[in-house]
C-alpha cells in the first residue's frame, strides 16, 4: 500500500534522453496505467520507481518520503514483466515459497504455507501447486509469476507488459483477473502497456505517455472522450478518432481536402459538462475530431462516401470510407449490409465534434 | 472457372493425424477463409490443395479432376506465405514476370500482362526497384502480383499478412478483399484471426484439431455457432458459456444460470425446441455479451444481479454481472452502470441465446 510521486523526472541514457521533465501521482490503491509505445519512456518509468535505474533529474517519492538513496529490495516494490522468468525446475509450490525463504525475512513456516496457500487461492493456481512450472502454460505461467509477487505483500506492485506474450482470448481472461485481484487486494498497481485496450479496460486512471512526457492523465472516460491532443485522440480508441482538417464557417464545419460539410453543434458544445472551447471561429485551421460511433449512415444524409473496407466484428462492422481524399471510419450495425465500393450517405452526431487546433493538435477545450 | 472439392481427405503425420476425414466444396470465384489456432490442420489442408503435401487418403478435386497426385507445377495454382519469397536480386518487374518466363509469351504479352497486373495493384510506380528497397506492405502487394500474373485457377494464401504491422495489415486486408471483388479468382486463405476471418470470407472454414467444425457465412458462424469451440473462438469479448438448468411449470420456462435461484424467463416455445435434449434440465447456455439486456430500474422478466469489474472500452463497456456463482459479461453503453458494486437488471434476449448439448458440446440448434 503506497502513494507514489514522480517530480520533474528526466533520465538520460548518454545523449538519448528517455524522460524529460516527468511528473506522475498515483494514489494509493489505484490501478495506474502507463500507455505508450515503444520507446515511449514507459518501461524506463516502472525501472526508476523499481530502484533499477536513478533519474538525472528529479525526485522519485513513495509514502511522501523521497527514495533516492533506496535500493530495488528497500523500495519493497514487486515486479512482473512479460517473460516469466520462474524456477522451470522447481514446482509451482517452490516458487511461490522462493521470495519468502531468504534468511532475512525470518518467516515462520506456518506463516508462509499460509500466504502461499492464499495466493493459490486468490490466482485460481491450487491445483497446479505441485506441478512443475515448465509443464504449465503461458497464461498459468503468468499467474504463478503474479503470485509470486502477492506473497511478499510489496507496497506496490509493478507490471511491466504482463499480458504482451499471452494469445488474444487469454489476454481478454487476465486483464479481468488481473483487476479484480487489485481490487481485492485493495494495492496499488502501476501497469505499463502499449495496448489502449488495456489501458481502458483495467486502469482507474491511464497516463499517456509520449516521447518522455505525460501528455494526459486522467480516467479512461475522460482521455477517451476528451482527449487533450490529437496524439491522444488517435492512438485511444480502436478503431481511432476520425481526424479531419477543416474550419468552422458560420457554424458549419468545411473540410478542407474534400471539400464537404457537416453541422457543428455551437461553438465549443459544452455539452457533457465539457468546457467550452474558444477560438474556433475565424478561419482558424482546425481539425475536427469525431469518434466512429458517432458517424451514421442515413440515406438522406449530407455527404456522399464510397465503401473503402468492412471489418466485421460480428456485433458490429467498422466502415472505412472515402470522401474526396479523406479516409474516415464509422461504426456501424452488424445488420447494416454494405459492401466493398458501394456509395453510402452519412452524418455525424454535431454535439460529439471534438475541435483540435489544426498547428499545436492541441484541444480546444484544453487550451481554455 | 475453378471449383475445389475435397473428399474424405485424410493425412497422417507419423502417429499424428492432422486432417480428419476432411470434406469441403469450394465453388468458382469463391473467397474461402480457414480458420483456426496454430496446429489446427488449415495449412497443412491448404498445402495439400497446393500440392505441397501428399494426403494419406481421399481425394483433391480441381474442377472435378483428381490431382491429389499431380504434382504442385501441373495444379496450376499460385501460392503467396507470410514470408515474401521475392528474388532480391532482380527488380519488381523482374520478379512479377518470372513466372511467365518459362511459358511462350512473347516479351511484349509478358509486358503487357506484368503492368496490368502491377497496375491493379497499384504498384506501377514500384516496377524498376529492387525488392530491399520496399516496404513490407509493397513487397506482399509484389509477391500477390507474382502469384496472379500467370492467372493461375485458384489463388492460395497462406496469413500473408500476418508478418505486417497492424495499420497495414488493415490496408492490405482490404486490398485483397478489393482485388477479389474486381479478379474474382477462386480463393482459399489461412488465417489464425478471427476479424480477418470475418471481414474476408464469402464462407468461413473453422478447424480445430484437424476437424472441421463448421463451414458457414461469417453471419451464420457468429450467430448460428455449430458447437461450443466455435461460439467461444469466434467473436470478442468471448461469448458467455454457462451450464444452466431448465425449470418450466405448464407455461412458463426459465433457464437457470450459476446455481441462482432464479432462472431467466424464456418463451414456452423453448421446452418443445428442445427436443428432449437437456435430460433432467441440465444444459449449457451461450449468450454474447450484447445478448444481455441491462436496466436501471426492475421489469418484468428482469433478474436483479450485482455489477463487479466494468472495463470501459471507449465506444461502450463491458460489465461483469454476477448472476448466482456465474459472470455473466454483458455489453452496455458507455458508462451506463456506474461502478462495482451497483444493482442492475439483466436479462437474456432469447432470440441471442444459443444452447449446446451439456456432453457433446454441439448446438442444439434451437432458435428463438
Redesign the interface.
Known sequence: MAHIRLENISKKFGSHTALSGLDLEIADGEFFVLLGETGAGKTTTLRLIAGLEKPTEGRVLIDGVDVAEWGAAERDVALVLQQYSLYPRYTVRENLEFPLRPKIRRLPKEEIRERVARAAKTLRIEHLLDRKTDRLSGGEMQRVSIGRAIVRKPRVFLMDEPLSALD??LR?SL??DL??LQ?QLGATFLFVTHDQ?EA???GDKVGVLNHGRIVQSGT??EI?NNPRDTYVASF???PPMNLLDGTLVDGRAVMAAPGFELPYAGAGGGSGGMPKASGAEGGRPLVFGI???DVHLESGAPVEAIV????????EKIL?LQVGGATLRA?VP?RTDV???QPVRFAWNPEKVVLFDKESGINLRHVA | MTQIELRGVQKYFGAVQVIKNLNLAIADNEFIVLLGQSGCGKTTTLRAVAGLETIDEGDILIDGKPVQNLKAADRDIALVFQSFSLYPHMSVYENIAFPLRATRKSKAEIDTEVRSIAATLQITHLLGLKPSALSGGDMQRVAIGRALVRRPKALLMDEPIGALDAKLR?EM??EI??LH?RQGSTTIYVTHDQ?EA??LADRIVIMHEGVLQQVGT??EV??RPANLFVA?F?????MNVSSAMLAGDGGAVSVRVGGHEKGFEFPPALASRLNGHAAGGALVLGI???GIVVRHDAAAGFLPVEA??I??????D?V?LKVGSAILRA?TK??FVSG?GARVFARVDPEQAHFFDAESGQSLGVSL
Do not use: C, F, W
Not at chain 1, 308 to 315: A, C, I, K, P, T
Open positions: 488474444a482470448k481478454e486483464r479481468t483487476k479484480s481490487v485496450i481502458m479496460s483495467m479512461p472516460q477517451y485511444v480508441g480502436s469518434r466512429p460511433e473503402h473496407d468492412v471489418e466485421n466484428h460480428g456485433v472505412t461504426t452488424a459492401r466493398i465500393e | 488493415e486486408r482490404a478483399k478489393r471483388v476479424i470475418m471481414s461469417p453471419d457468429y450467430s467461444q469466434v467473436g470478442s469479448p468471448v454474447r455479451p450484447e463487479q469489474i472495463e470501459p472500452l471507449g465506444a461502450y463491458i461483469d455489453r458507455s458508462g462495482a
